[in-house]
């Protein structure tokens, strides 16, 4: 199975995996982590294409996206899952990454990649700054 768990900085996506990792099993991998497959990017890109194809029937791999671009390397029948959280909550777990500063700067390219993901296709959907990992889960459960 392959889960891809899709959303902005800070969103409650990494959090997810491992709730999802730790109920179901499986490999997580996130962003550009597939780069350390091989030595050039074409190379890597390429397996880490055929690793998510193979693991739609095989072992599972929950990969967690958050750049728009790496949608593209999902497969068809991968399970999307979208991860919100309303900008104030990201604003404020960014805050808590940077040690309780944020620079005006990262305030404001927060603020513009807030709603990168609006209007994808989803399978399912989390509210990242809740605690509603056990309901997801069961719909996951009854999903697969």
Do not use: W
């Amino acid at each position: 199975m392959v889960l891809g768990i899709i959303g902005e900085n800070c969103s409650g996506k990494s959090t997810l995996a491992q709730k999802i990792k730790e109920s179901l099993g499986g490999e997580i991998i996130s962003g550009k982590d597939y780069l350390r497959m091989a030595k050039s990017e074409s190379e890597a890109i390429s397996m880490f294409r055929e690793k998510l194809k193979t693991a739609l029937d095989g072992d599972n791999v929950i990969y967690v996206i958050s750049e728009k671009e790496q949608l593209a390397f999902l497969p068809d029948g991968a399970i999307k899952i979208l991860v919100c959280a309303d900008i104030e909550t990201i604003k404020e777990r960014f805050k808590q990454r940077m040690r309780g500063n944020l620079p005006k700067p990262v305030e404001e390219m927060l603020e513009r990649k807030h709603g990168t993901f609006d209007g994808i296709d989803y399978d399912l959907k989390f509210d990242g700054a809740s605690d509603g990992a056990p309901e997801l889960l069961e719909k996951l459960k009854e999903l697969l």
